[in-house]
């Protein structure tokens, strides 16, 4: 029912939650406004999918991990104080959820042929010019694939979701230092399985 | 300190911004099991609709009036609902007895008009899902503080 607004009140002509920061869809959700949650899942959803497709076996296991992580976040949400930013709050449940699920994709035994069969670069100084594009990224999900678990979680984290090592580190409840322990044992893991692109 | 690899930022880099064609597969069933997902509240006396005389009782969870207010709220007037409280009964804990709303407001609006019209509002809303035949009445006091004020829009304003 439209409300004769008085000179001073301004009444809102943009209504969309689209572009809103974090901590006010939080509050907005946790009053049980539902649009407010479901914009918080479609900003956080190919994250948290992108991260569980590294972490586990199959592409259904990840559908479940995702599924149950907001389901959770929005059962859990009048709890939640904001002592940490949503994004971690969030990854801490996913991390929960995907070791609950014992189906992590578990470190691969290094195969060398795997990488022996890669072409050369030698002759290709930029591998995400050249047509190799699509084999430098396979090596690279294969060593990543090769990681103990953790290292894998502390790097995908680092470096593709551009976290920070104390927020890491409450994702998989470790201390910071610890979490930068995996993300340097993972980089130079890394450096060695790709050396053949450097 | 790990060095920071070029090779690998810039594959890092590639992964992030690569589609997750996973995602768009799964995100309409995710949203639809939140959907499904019921919040569990506290049952409110709703009076019967005029002229209704079967046996039984009506009663909405404070959760669902209390989105409903949220939305309403925040969708109608440039501020932000921060806190929505329920007052209830003494010896009935189901009765509505009043409403505490906080929120946050925005530098240029007479936030004093802006707390009459909230006020209305609640009040309107709160005829409608509940039903006024209930001994609380048309007087529920339905109280309005402004806890903060923001440059611009409060929905787009970061809290301190």
């Known amino acids: 029912m439209p409300i004769a607004l008085r000179s001073g009140v301004i009444a809102r002509t943009e209504t969309g939650l689209a572009d809103a920061p974090d901590d006010v869809l939080r509050t907005a959700a946790i009053l049980g406004d539902r649009e407010a949650f ?14 569980g497709r590294r972490m586990l076996r199959t592409e259904s296991d990840v559908a479940d991990v995702v599924q149950e992580t907001f389901v959770a976040a929005w059962r859990q949400l009048g709890a939640f104080r904001g002592a940490s930013s949503l994004r971690t709050w969030l990854f801490a449940i996913c991390s929960r959820k995907i070791v609950d699920t014992r189906r992590i994709k578990r470190a691969q035994p290094i195969d060398d042929q795997l990488l022996e069969a890669l ?6 100084s930029d591998p995400f010019t050249a047509a190799s594009n699509a084999a430098f990224l396979g090596a690279l999900e294969q060593a990543l694939a090769e990681l103990p678990a953790r290292q894998r979680a502390t790097w995908v984290m680092r470096e593709v979701e551009l976290m920070t090592f104390p927020e890491i580190a409450q994702v998989l409840q470790l201390s910071p230092d610890g979490a930068r322990g995996h993300h340097h044992r ?3 893991t ?3 399985r790709l050396r053949r692109w450097q | 300190m790990t060095e920071p690899d070029p090779l690998l930022s810039r594959a890092a880099s590639f992964l992030r911004a690569a589609p997750e064609p ?3 597969a799964i995100s309409d069933s995710v949203l639809a099991a939140v959907r499904a997902t019921p919040q569990h509240g506290w049952p409110l006396h709703a009076a019967p609709i005029p002229g209704d005389t079967a046996p039984g009782s009506i009663h909405v969870s404070d959760h669902v009036l209390r989105a409903i207010l949220a939305r ?9 609902p921060t806190a929505i409280t329920f007052i209830f009964d003494d010896r009935d804990d189901r009765l509505l007895r009043g409403v505490h709303l906080d929120i946050t407001g925005s530098y240029g609006t007479e936030l004093r008009a802006l707390g009459d019209h909230i006020r209305a509002t609640v009040a309107d809303i709160v005829h409608e899902v509940l039903g006024s035949s209930d001994t609380a009445g048309e007087n529920r006091p339905i ?5 903060d004020v923001v440059t611009g829009d409060p929905l787009r304003s970061t809290e301190n």
Request: one cysteine or more; hydrophobic letters at 40%; aromatic letters at 14%.
């Open chain 1, 38 to 51: 479901e914009v918080i899942v479609a900003r956080y959803g190919p994250q948290l999918y992108r991260y």
């Open chain 1, 119 to 124: 072409p050369s670069t030698a002759a290709v």
């Open chain 1, 186 to 188: 993972a980089t130079a």
């Open chain 1, 190 to 192: 890394l450096r060695i």
């Open chain 2, 22 to 24: 996973g995602w768009d």
């Open chain 2, 72 to 80: 309403e709220l925040r969708r109608r007037f440039l501020c932000r």
């Open chain 2, 143 to 147: 109280d309005v503080t402004f806890t």
